[in-house]
Nanobody
Framework: QVQLVESGGGLVQAGGSLRLSCVAS????????MGWYRQAPGKQRELVTT???????NYADSVKGRFTISRDNAKNTVYLQMNSLKPEDTAVYYC???????????????WGQGTLVTVSL
C-alpha cells in the first residue's frame, strides 16, 4: 500500500519558523501533484499550497510570501517551509499527493495522517 507520512510539526512562537516534510512510500510508479492542506479547530480543511511534478506552485493568499513548498522527486518527498508564523496558522497540516502505483493505470489521491502545528503568542 502507498502511504504518506508527515513530520516536523510542533509548537513555535509567533514569528518563528517550522519545516514540514512528507515522504511517500510503497509501490510508487509516479507522483503527480503534491500539496499541503490544513484544518484548524472548528474549521473546514483548506488548501495551503500545491506543487506540480515540474515545480509549478500555487499558494493560498493567507500564506503567500511566508510559506514555500518544494519537492524532491528522487526521494518522493514534499516540504513546506513556514516562516513568520502567526497564531492563525495553528492547525493540523495534511500532505496530499496524486500517486500512480505499479500495476495500476489511474492516479489515486492519497492523504497523510496529519501533523499538528501550534503557534503561540
Amino acid at each position: 500500500q502507498v502511504q504518506l507520512v508527515e513530520s516536523g510539526g510542533g509548537l513555535v512562537q509567533a514569528g518563528g519558523s517550522l519545516r514540514l516534510s512528507c515522504v511517500a512510500s510503497g509501490r510508487i510508479l509516479s507522483i503527480n501533484n503534491m500539496g499541503w492542506y490544513r484544518q484548524a479547530p472548528g474549521k473546514q480543511r483548506e488548501l495551503v499550497t500545491t506543487i506540480t511534478k515540474d515545480g509549478s506552485t500555487n499558494y493560498a493568499d493567507s500564506v503567500k510570501g511566508r510559506f514555500t513548498i518544494s519537492r524532491d522527486n528522487a526521494k518522493n518527498t514534499v516540504y513546506l517551509q513556514m516562516n513568520s508564523l502567526k497564531p492563525e496558522d495553528t492547525a493540523v497540516y495534511y500532505c496530499n499527493a496524486g500517486i500512480l502505483q505499479f500495476g495500476t493505470y489511474v492516479y489515486v489521491e492519497v492523504w497523510g495522517q496529519g501533523t499538528l502545528v501550534t503557534v503561540s503568542l
